[in-house]
């Protein structure tokens, strides 16, 4: 079982709706959580960091469940530029990341 | 812009050659880590540095690989005796910017092993 499972879609949506996407993971030790964007061909860029106490960047809202163990990403009014995978990532103290394979959203006009 | 630079960009190489890849960032960083992406996953950690100390090693470093940050700035990753399983996309990042935690990648070096 791959310690982090993200639906690898695509989520296709068209432009200006809401899409959620989560993750679960199966290490409890995980510490710090984390959603990166890749666009095609590019290195990942960190988007948001997650805490427990859910966080909110424009038009990004990020959750955590420490108890469930899942993060989610939150996109509202979904513009094309958008258009990336989705990956879910996690620090469990070991200093490395952990990443998800990633959930590609295309959103469509 | 994360300010680290990876050269070169792209590498084809016949099976059975030795590939050497460069990380630099633009100021120094303690932590640098390196990790190798396949197409359809994400990325997967390989080794990490604290300035010039190599404090970790993934399982997938088989011994084929190593990696060197002799001054605690730029690193260098060398495969040996490539194989077509090495065909991926290696990145570098660096972390302790906006946090304990959170790391930045360069752009990566996208290898092909004919």
């Known amino acids: 079982r791959k310690e982090v499972e993200q639906d690898p879609g695509p989520f296709n949506v068209p432009e200006g709706a809401t899409v959620a996407f989560n993750c679960t993971y199966s290490n409890s030790a995980s510490q710090s959580f984390f959603w990166y964007r890749q666009d095609c061909r590019k290195e990942p860029k960190l988007l948001m960091s997650?805490?427990?106490s859910g966080n909110e960047d424009g038009r990004f809202t990020a959750q955590l469940n420490r108890a469930s163990q899942y993060i989610s990403l939150l996109i509202r009014d979904s513009k094309l530029s958008d258009s990336a995978t989705y990956l879910c990532?996690?620090?469990?103290?070991?200093?490395?990341?952990?990443f998800g394979s990633g959930t590609r959203l295309q959103v469509q006009p | 812009d994360t300010g680290v630079s990876q050269d070169p960009r792209h590498k084809i190489t016949k099976r059975g050659q030795n590939v050497t890849f460069r990380c630099d960032p633009i100021s120094e960083h303690n932590r640098l880590y390196w990790y190798r992406q396949t197409l359809g996953q994400g990325p997967e950690f390989l080794t990490y540095?604290?300035?010039?100390?190599?404090?970790?090693k993934s399982r997938l470093l088989s011994d084929r690989f190593s990696a060197e940050r002799p001054k605690g700035s730029f690193s260098t990753l060398e495969i040996q005796r490539t194989e077509q399983g090495d065909s991926a996309m290696y990145l570098c990042a660096f972390g302790g910017l906006a946090g304990v935690d959170t790391q930045y990648f360069g752009p990566g070096t996208r290898l092909t092993v004919l």
């Open positions: 997650v805490y427990s």
């Open positions: 990532v996690m620090d469990t103290g070991r200093r490395a990341l952990t």
């Open positions: 540095f604290q300035n010039e100390a190599q404090l970790e």
